[in-house]
């Protein structure tokens, strides 16, 4: 099987090294100097796990070059997920099925909107990894994990194709029964230490511990919760109390992509985040002041980055 990941940061470039690795077929679609260096010495992978370097079927920033895909991995940051989407249609075959992985709650509407909802299939990814440099990615932190289901909720045997995928590639993958609730939880944990960790400068374990900012990550969640609630997302009754018990089991030193993005004065996910929580609480008429003031005074770095 033909598989392609469009972004090769992070998360596609972990896990579409593994894939690659495991002896498959693989197209990882990046740019820039990242492209040059996985082309020369392939695509290196340091992690806490073992090191290995891994070279790709092929390696390109043209998507007009590459062959039909059957299974597509979208793993490009959330805003860039519209685009992505679209750039994908002429690789795509009756059958190919795409799966948006990165963080934010609704990445699977924005393909849907871009492409037949009959290729897409909802998914979320568990990992700490960064682009250490060109054609290097480091993973540093939890157990990789790939956590994918249909949007109806129904199963099917094409999930039964991409676990045999994933379980090739030798990393964790578990068939969601409610995928949306799944993303749900992730979208809880990672806008609630995003926002609050750019503005504090402090680490997830600092948050954690620090009776006020521990209050105020409660806050943001539960309200996260509440729109959840809004849009009909099936939570349990004591998912906030999870995802602070998770957050909780997290490295003490560790921070999320966005905070540091937006500490190091890089365009983030802040509006798909906290954003979007201020934005569907309006719609919703749920009451967000904690995201509001987050989202707020992040603004100013948000804008100006993107300058």
């Not at 598989?3 to 990882?28: A, M, P």
């Not at 954690?208 to 409660?218: A, D, G, P, V």
């Amino acid at each position: 099987m033909h598989i392609v990941i469009i972004g090769v940061g992070g998360v596609g470039g972990y896990f579409g090294g593994k894939i690659s690795d495991s002896g498959q077929k693989v197209t990882l679609v990046a740019r820039g100097k990242h492209l040059e260096a996985i082309r020369k010495k392939g695509l290196q992978i340091k992690s806490v796990d073992g090191d290995f370097i891994t070279h790709p079927f092929m390696v390109t920033d043209t998507i007009d070059t590459v062959e039909k895909a059957d299974v597509v991995l979208i793993c490009t940051k959330s805003w860039q997920v519209a685009e992505a989407a679209k750039s994908i249609v002429p690789i795509l075959k009756e059958s190919t099925i795409v799966i948006p992985l990165q963080n934010g709650a609704d990445n699977a509407e924005k393909v849907c909107s871009a492409l037949d909802a009959k290729h897409v299939v909802g998914g979320l990814c568990k990992i700490y990894s960064k682009i250490e440099a060109p054609g290097i990615i480091s993973h540093f932190g939890h157990t990789p994990e790939i956590v994918f289901g249909e949007l109806d909720k129904s199963i099917t045997e094409r999930l039964t194709t991409i676990k045999q995928i994933f379980d090739k590639a030798g990393f964790k993958n578990t068939v969601s029964k409610d995928i949306e609730v799944d993303i749900w939880g992730k979208f809880m944990f990672i806008a609630t230490v995003s926002g609050l960790g750019a503005l504090t400068r402090a680490t997830i374990g600092e948050m954690y511990e620090n009776k006020e900012t521990h209050r105020i990550l409660e806050q943001t969640a539960t309200e996260i919760y509440k729109v959840g609630i809004a849009k009909g997302i099936s939570f349990p009754k004591d998912m906030v109390q999870r995802i602070m018990l998770f957050i909780g089991a997290q490295s003490y030193t560790s921070t999320a992509s966005t905070q540091r993005d937006i500490m190091a004065g890089r365009p983030s996910e802040l509006d798909n985040f906290n954003g979007y929580i201020v934005k569907e609480g309006k719609k919703l008429g749920v009451a967000t002041p904690v995201n509001i003031f987050i989202y707020s005074c992040l603004l100013p770095m948000e804008e100006k980055a993107r300058k």
